[in-house]
């Protein structure tokens, strides 16, 4: 069903570090356009169990390229299917109320093993996966549980990356090292433009719930109910005002539920490296058009170009910036 080419040299090589190695580009037989730069890990232990997983309808998936919001589209996600359960949100990790399925694949010395974590859960399972929808499981596109894709503007996506790679891959190279891995479609989860298309073309089936990190940024309280209503929820005015002041940059960033250090203290620690939570927030800036001061001029009119894929038009999609 794939191929497989290791990325020996070239942009992947050039950004790739100790925490995620040896990478790798998986393409369909049947469409070698159709492709994912995973790790080698990722192909040996992941790929398979993953596409042959079983899905039940009662499942919860959230789907993303990695840094448009998926953290916090997860916290709002939880909280809304949970009935506004404050009590359990304020105990327990989001990351462990809602796991990453492949992430022991793409961290390369992680001995756990997030799959089987993630397909063991009891029911109703929470999933988070950044894998495009060719990797997904099969079973996904049959039994059809409610499936929540969020989409960010790909210039704000790529500096995020750039801190991520950073601070959580340790990565010491360039951010135009980076901006060029990216570009090219051979960083880590890309291309990135493939892998949100593929869910804009399903965005109107009823399992589906599209949003966009713009979106939620700049109208909160609407894309919480559609959240609800997606969910078959319903609550009072009140109660979604005080979700959105739960969901907020500020309550987000202290919440030591959300904020995600124990895991950038667990990848840190898989290659040796001290973490010090006071180097570097997870939840960052969280801003529409914080690019503008951190791409230079060549960089902002490549990624330009990249934002304005010709495909695109085809299908009415557009970024929000
Ligand atoms: P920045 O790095 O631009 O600040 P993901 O969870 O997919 O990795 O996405 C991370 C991005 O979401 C980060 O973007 C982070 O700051 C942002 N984010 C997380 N919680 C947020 C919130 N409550 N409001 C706005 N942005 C948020």
Not at 145 to 169: C, E, G, M, Q
Not at 254 to 272: A, L, P, Q
Not at 287 to 296: A, D, I, R
Request: proline share 5%.
């Amino acid at each position: 069903m794939f191929n497989f080419e290791k990325l020996d040299d070239g942009p992947a090589k050039n950004i790739s570090t100790e925490v995620t190695a040896d990478m790798v580009k998986i393409s369909l037989k049947s469409d070698p356009s159709k492709y994912c730069i995973m790790p080698q890990k990722f192909v040996d232990q992941d790929l398979e169990r993953i596409k042959n997983m079983e899905i039940f309808e009662d499942d919860i998936w959230i789907v993303t390229y990695p840094k448009c919001g998926t953290t916090w589209t997860q916290e709002m996600i939880w909280m809304i299917h949970n009935n506004l359960d404050y009590e359990t949100s304020s105990k327990v990790q989001l990351a462990d109320r809602f796991p990453f399925l492949e992430w022991s694949g793409i961290i390369k010395n992680f001995t756990i093993d997030t799959f089987e974590d993630c397909k063991t859960r009891p029911r109703p399972r929470y999933i988070k996966s950044h894998l495009p929808l060719f990797l997904l499981p099969d079973q996904l596109w049959t039994v059809k549980p409610k499936i929540i894709y969020v989409a960010r503007n790909p210039k704000d996506t790529v500096v995020s990356w750039f801190h991520h790679h950073t601070h959580l891959h340790c990565y010491n190279g360039t951010k135009e090292d980076l901006i060029e891995a990216f570009l090219t479609d051979l960083m880590l989860y890309s291309p990135m433009n493939d892998h949100v298309l593929d869910f804009w073309k399903i965005r109107d089936q009823p399992n589906i719930l599209f949003l966009f990190f713009e979106d939620m940024k700049r109208n909160l309280d609407q894309e919480v109910k559609r959240a609800v209503k997606f969910l078959d929820k319903n609550f009072s005015q009140e109660e979604i005002d005080k979700l959105c002041k739960h969901l907020s940059f500020e309550s987000v960033k202290d919440n030591k539920m959300i904020n995600k250090n124990e895991e950038i203290r667990m990848i840190k620690e898989s290659i040796g490296v001290k973490f010090d939570p006071n180097a570097f927030s997870f939840v960052r800036k969280g801003q529409v058009g914080g690019y503008k001061k951190e791409l230079t001029a060549k960089e902002n009119e490549m990624l330009d170009e990249y934002s304005k894929w010709p495909t695109f038009e085809e299908f009415g999609f557009e970024y929000r910036f």
